[in-house]
T-cell receptor, first 110, second 113 residues
Framework: EDQVTQSPEALRLQEGESSSLNCSYTVSGLRGLFWYRQDPGKGPEFLFTLYSAGEEKEKERLKATLTKKESFLHITAPKPEDSATYLCAVLWGGSEKLVFGKGTKLTVNP | EAGVTQFPSHSVIEKGQTVTLRCDPISGHDNLYWYRRVMGKEIKFLLHFVKESKQDESGMPNNRFLAERTGGTYSTLKVQPAELEDSGVYFC???????????FGNGTRLTVT
């Protein structure tokens, strides 16, 4: 069973069309949920860390929220430069290893 | 501030050969991690160094993989002998503390033919 599941796998939006990406997790003892952005041929780039249910973080057109079972990455009025794969990862229990989802590939058309 | 640097960016080797990947973390980052993404799968943890010590190597697939971190600076990941299933992108990441976000390098794309 996957511990971190991201949906949808791929999402196509028109420029300015807001939407949300989902990351659900089944681990217990969550210590942190991380969102990363990955461009082709590059490594993941850190966006946000969320630590507890109800927490929200914002950066430009992105807003991340966290509940006890899932996180959402809301994209408001996206631009073509927001096109990338968005990765969710969790840190849980006593481990220092991030557990990643498979990612959502976002394409924003002009 | 220079980011995490990985070398080479690409490597194509034949089954049975040896390959060594190198990672230079951000200066001053004691924590260094190796992760791997094989095609169609999620990024998965391989191991974690704190300075020169291995804290957790539970993600290493088998004893064909050997990671070292000389003097707590750069790290190498050697695969010997390489198998077809070792193909993928190997990422290195570093952080200042264990609770800090990870900074990733751009990865080494390894292809075993």
């Amino acid at each position: 069973e996957d511990q971190v599941t991201q949906s949808p796998e791929a999402l196509r939006l028109q420029e300015g069309e807001s939407s949300s990406l989902n990351c659900s997790y089944t681990v217990s003892g969550l210590r942190g949920l991380f969102w990363y952005r990955q461009d082709p041929g590059k490594g993941p780039e850190f966006l946000f860390t969320l630590y507890s249910a109800g927490e929200e973080k914002e950066k430009e057109r992105l807003k991340a929220t966290l509940t006890k079972k899932e996180s959402f990455l809301h994209i408001t009025a996206p631009k073509p430069e927001d096109s990338a794969t968005y990765l969710c990862a969790v840190l849980w229990g006593g481990s220092e290893k991030l557990v990643f989802g498979k990612g959502t590939k976002l394409t924003v058309n002009p | 501030e220079a980011g995490v640097t990985q070398f080479p960016s690409h490597s194509v080797i034949e089954k049975g050969q040896t390959v060594t990947l190198r990672c230079d973390p951000i200066s001053g980052h004691d924590n260094l991690y190796w992760y791997r993404r094989v095609m169609g799968k999620e990024i998965k943890f391989l191991l974690h160094f704190v300075k020169e010590s291995k804290q957790d190597e539970s993600g290493m697939p088998n004893n064909r993989f050997l990671a070292e971190r000389t003097g707590g600076t750069y790290s190498t990941l050697k695969v010997q002998p390489a198998e077809l299933e070792d193909s993928g992108v190997y990422f290195c990441a570093s952080s200042q503390t264990e609770n800090s976000p990870l900074h990733f390098g751009n990865g080494t794309r390894l292809t075993v033919t």
